[in-house]
């Protein structure tokens, strides 16, 4: 059994966007890695990643309607709030630098 939960047009239109960003993200990357270098990570043949490669477009949507985002490893990712952080501490600094000039 299903059950649609109504969704707003707002909710859906950012999830689209949200969506091809993570594409574009993810293709880029690809591009530059090469499907062939990828399928040989993965032990799989260049082939097989290129058939995956049909349906980014639908699990980027997916991971965009989860709140998920992609980000290369080695990579930091900070919430808003951290990033807040971040920018009162370096302004309180910035201010007392100034003043000791």
């Given at each position: 059994?299903?059950?649609?939960?109504?969704?707003?047009?707002?909710?859906?239109?950012?999830?689209?966007?949200?969506?091809a960003t993570i594409e574009a993200l993810i293709l880029q990357r690809l591009a530059s890695v090469t499907q062939v270098r990828a399928a040989a990570c993965?032990?799989?043949?260049?082939?097989?990643?290129?058939?995956?490669?049909?349906?980014?477009?639908?699990?980027?949507?997916?991971?965009?309607?989860?709140?998920?985002?992609?980000?290369?490893?080695?990579?930091?990712?900070?919430?808003?709030?951290?990033?807040?952080?971040?920018?009162?501490?370096?302004?309180?600094?910035?201010?007392?630098?100034?003043?000791?000039?």
């Amino acid at each position: 059994m299903t059950t649609e939960i109504p969704v707003s047009p707002e909710l859906i239109e950012n999830t689209r966007k949200d969506g091809a960003t993570i594409e574009a993200l993810i293709l880029q990357r690809l591009a530059s890695v090469t499907q062939v270098r990828a399928a040989a990570c993965m032990g799989v043949s260049g082939s097989t990643v290129s058939r995956m490669t049909d349906e980014i477009a639908s699990v980027s949507k997916l991971l965009a309607a989860l709140g998920m985002r992609v980000a290369p490893i080695g990579s930091m990712m900070v919430t808003k709030e951290e990033l807040r952080s971040f920018k009162v501490i370096a302004h309180k600094y910035l201010e007392a630098d100034l003043a000791n000039e």
